[in-house]
């Protein structure tokens, strides 16, 4: 037994394989130690090539070694237990199941932290020093750590796949290369890695795009969801006060009817009574008059009853009808009537204005009406076109002096006298037209509304001539334009005309894709009608343009937001 002080060293007595403290500690010929169940796993995997060794040292014996339990060893392992300390972990130099372990290390290997994919073989920090130190070995190329070196290795001529087939589409070495892949469009895969890497950055340069179009987007959404949770409270807090108002001006004009009524009801009251009073007032007479002719004919003495019988059986004559017809309980019943009238009012406008109002609140807004359409895609609905809507608004320095700005520089009219522009370098001269201040990438859409009897709508890069007749939009090849002319369109790009059927309509929408090379124009009214579509590549930003033709015409960019 270990004598009390003595340091045990906890690494010593834990087994290599399973890196643990030794369990049923075996010591085999070599002298190494290992639990009993992790060194007869171990060879019992080796039984199949017929071997039996030292996982450390790699010793090699004819013959299986027969394993018996080293008591010393367990007895020191228990020992170690007893001060407190557990289970040896893992030493993290070196290397588990899931790691690539030095090529080069004898005994229990390190991890490695470099694989050379010149030498195919993986190095731990002691064993990779040579690769920094040696002078050709500096020129070798070293990768993380990897277990599949070997797939470098062409398993037919055992050389190093240096070689790509692009017939074939794979890795190969440089036998292969004249030999089974003779006559086959090969190249070195240093060359077809540059050519696949400008590719993969191409591709990379796409998702980075879209990844910034879909940010946009989802602070688009979180925007959007700030401005409905604004536009519902404030909607819910006016809809509360208006609804508190009606319902407080229905309980007044209850409360009048009440009061009216109750006025009435005490005045019929009133004079039901004082009827009543003067009723029984009668009655109280008649009993009492009664009371005497009952006692004048009850008199036995002839002289005596015939001596009072004037006085006694006259009766004074009756203020009121001899019968009362009581009217059946009808006293308020239009009052109730008109009520019911007015209840049946309320209820046929609160049925259809809640039909209105239900319908408003229920309609999806366009930003969310519609998926968005895949790459090269046109939305289906108008809702889907006014998700991509962009506020476009007239650039002042580009108007020809003949145009006229209104509407917040949305509208512009054409007038005969110049107006009084300043001089400016990208003022259209030539033609009556007009470039946006905006430009347009991405998805855009946008409205145009026109009373011209002769217009173009365009999109135009910032680079179109401002003078002479190549500066007309449609007439050179930095513009596109559909022209309404003559009562017919026509579709414009590089003074190439193409006809153009559709129905007529003052409003005309601009659908343009520009990564997708997509520009549509189309005839709004109660539905969408496609115009024309051109598929064509954008180099530079677009920009909206208008030319109108006639005195007194207009044209204005619509708001659609």
């Given at each position: 037994?270990?004598?009390?002080?003595?340091?045990?060293?906890?690494?010593?007595?834990?087994?290599?394989?399973?890196?643990?403290?030794?369990?049923?500690?075996?010591?085999?010929?070599?002298?190494?130690?290992?639990?009993?169940?992790?060194?007869?796993?171990?060879?019992?995997?080796?039984?199949?090539?017929?071997?039996?060794?030292?996982?450390?040292?790699?010793?090699?014996?004819?013959?299986?070694?027969?394993?018996?339990?080293?008591?010393?060893?367990?007895?020191?392992?228990?020992?170690?237990?007893?001060?407190?300390?557990?289970?040896?972990?893992?030493?993290?130099?070196?290397?588990?199941?899931?790691?690539?372990?030095?090529?080069?290390?004898?005994?229990?290997?390190?991890?490695?932290?470099?694989?050379?994919?010149?030498?195919?073989?993986?190095?731990?920090?002691?064993?990779?020093?040579?690769?920094?130190?040696?002078?050709?070995?500096?020129?070798?190329?070293?990768?993380?750590?990897?277990?599949?070196?070997?797939?470098?290795?062409?398993?037919?001529?055992d050389e190093v796949k240096k070689m790509f087939c692009r017939t074939d589409q794979q890795s190969i070495c440089y036998l292969c290369s004249v030999d089974q892949h003779k006559g086959?469009?090969?190249?070195?895969?240093?060359?077809?890695?540059?050519?696949?890497?400008?590719?993969?950055?191409?591709?990379?340069?796409?998702?980075?795009?879209?990844?910034?179009?879909?940010?946009?987007?989802?602070?688009?959404?979180?925007?959007?969801?700030?401005?409905?949770?604004?536009?519902?409270?404030?909607?819910?807090?006016?809809?509360?006060?208006?609804?508190?108002?009606?319902?407080?001006?229905?309980?007044?004009?209850?409360?009048?009817?009440?009061?009216?009524?109750?006025?009435?009801?005490?005045?019929?009251?009133?004079?039901?009574?004082?009827?009543?009073?003067?009723?029984?007032?009668?009655?109280?007479?008649?009993?009492?008059?009664?009371?005497?002719?009952?006692?004048?004919?009850?008199?036995?003495?002839?002289?005596?009853?015939?001596?009072?019988?004037?006085?006694?059986?006259?009766?004074?004559?009756?203020?009121?009808?001899?019968?009362?017809?009581?009217?059946?309980?009808?006293?308020?019943?239009?009052?109730?009537?008109?009520?019911?009238?007015?209840?049946?009012?309320?209820?046929?406008?609160?049925?259809?204005?809640?039909?209105?109002?239900?319908?408003?609140?229920?309609?999806?807004?366009?930003?969310?009406?519609?998926?968005?359409?895949?790459?090269?895609?046109?939305?289906?609905?108008?809702?889907?076109?006014?998700?991509?809507?962009?506020?476009?608004?007239?650039?002042?320095?580009?108007?020809?002096?003949?145009?006229?700005?209104?509407?917040?520089?949305?509208?512009?009219?054409?007038?005969?006298?110049?107006?009084?522009?300043?001089?400016?370098?990208?003022?259209?001269?030539?033609?009556?037209?007009?470039?946006?201040?905006?430009?347009?990438?991405?998805?855009?859409?946008?409205?145009?509304?026109?009373?011209?009897?002769?217009?173009?709508?365009?999109?135009?890069?910032?680079?179109?001539?401002?003078?002479?007749?190549?500066?007309?939009?449609?007439?050179?090849?930095?513009?596109?334009?559909?022209?309404?002319?003559?009562?017919?369109?026509?579709?414009?790009?590089?003074?190439?005309?193409?006809?153009?059927?559709?129905?007529?309509?003052?409003?005309?929408?601009?659908?343009?894709?520009?990564?997708?090379?997509?520009?549509?124009?189309?005839?709004?009214?109660?539905?969408?009608?496609?115009?024309?579509?051109?598929?064509?590549?954008?180099?530079?930003?677009?920009?909206?343009?208008?030319?109108?033709?006639?005195?007194?015409?207009?044209?204005?960019?619509?708001?659609?937001?």
């Amino acid at each position: 037994m270990a004598q009390k002080g003595v340091h045990l060293d906890q690494e010593t007595f834990s087994c290599s394989i399973c890196l643990d403290l030794l369990k049923d500690p075996v010591t085999i010929p070599c002298g190494h130690s290992y639990c009993m169940t992790c060194i007869n796993t171990f060879w019992d995997k080796e039984d199949q090539e017929g071997i039996h060794s030292c996982p450390q040292c790699r010793q090699t014996f004819t013959t299986r070694p027969v394993l018996l339990k080293s008591t010393m060893l367990a007895a020191l392992v228990e020992e170690l237990k007893k001060t407190g300390l557990q289970a040896a972990p893992a030493d993290h130099h070196y290397a588990g199941p899931e790691d690539v372990a030095c090529d080069f290390c004898t005994g229990r290997k390190r991890k490695a932290v470099k694989s050379c994919l010149v030498c195919l073989a993986s190095y731990c920090e002691k064993h990779l020093q040579p690769h920094y130190d040696g002078v050709q070995l500096k020129k070798h190329q070293l990768v993380e750590p990897s277990k599949n070196l070997q797939e470098n290795i062409c398993s037919r001529h055992d050389e190093v796949k240096k070689m790509f087939c692009r017939t074939d589409q794979q890795s190969i070495c440089y036998l292969c290369s004249v030999d089974q892949h003779k006559g086959h469009d090969t190249v070195s895969a240093a060359a077809e890695r540059t050519e696949r890497q400008k590719e993969l950055e191409v591709s990379r340069l796409n998702i980075q795009q879209r990844i910034q179009d879909r940010q946009k987007d989802v602070k688009l959404l979180q925007q959007e969801l700030k401005d409905i949770k604004v536009s519902a409270d404030k909607t819910v807090e006016d809809s509360e006060e208006m609804f508190s108002e009606l319902i407080h001006l229905i309980q007044n004009r209850s409360s009048e009817v009440e009061q009216q009524i109750r006025s009435q009801q005490v005045i019929e009251e009133s004079r039901v009574k004082e009827l009543q009073e003067k009723l029984e007032q009668e009655i109280r007479d008649l009993e009492r008059k009664d009371a005497e002719l009952k006692q004048l004919s009850d008199t036995p003495d002839h002289s005596q009853f015939l001596h009072n019988y004037p006085s006694v059986s006259a009766l004074s004559e009756s203020t009121h009808s001899s019968s009362i017809s009581i009217r059946p309980l009808r006293h308020f019943e239009d009052v109730t009537a008109a009520v019911k009238e007015l209840r049946g009012k309320v209820e046929d406008v609160l049925k259809d204005t809640w039909t209105n109002i239900s319908l408003t609140v229920t309609q999806p807004d366009v930003l969310l009406s519609e998926p968005e359409p895949g790459p090269g895609l046109e939305p289906k609905t108008r809702a889907g076109f006014l998700r991509y809507s962009r506020d476009i608004t007239l650039d002042p320095n580009t108007a020809n002096t003949n145009l006229v700005l209104s509407e917040g520089d949305r509208k512009v009219t054409l007038v005969r006298q110049h107006h009084s522009y300043p001089d400016h370098p990208d003022r259209f001269s030539y033609c009556s037209e007009i470039l946006a201040r905006e430009s347009l990438t991405g998805r855009c859409y946008w409205e145009v509304e026109t009373t011209a009897r002769g217009f173009s709508i365009a999109v135009s890069y910032k680079s179109i001539s401002r003078a002479g007749s190549e500066s007309g939009f449609g007439q050179n090849d930095k513009s596109w334009a559909l022209e309404y002319y003559d009562n017919s369109y026509k579709f414009m790009c590089n003074d190439i005309q193409t006809p153009v059927s559709g129905p007529w309509s003052s409003r005309i929408g601009v659908y343009l894709d520009h990564s997708a090379g997509i520009l549509s124009f189309y005839s709004v009214s109660e539905t969408m009608t496609l115009l024309h579509t051109v598929q064509t590549t954008f180099t530079e930003p677009l920009y909206a343009g208008l030319w109108i033709y006639y005195d007194g015409d207009t044209a204005e960019i619509c708001k659609l937001k």
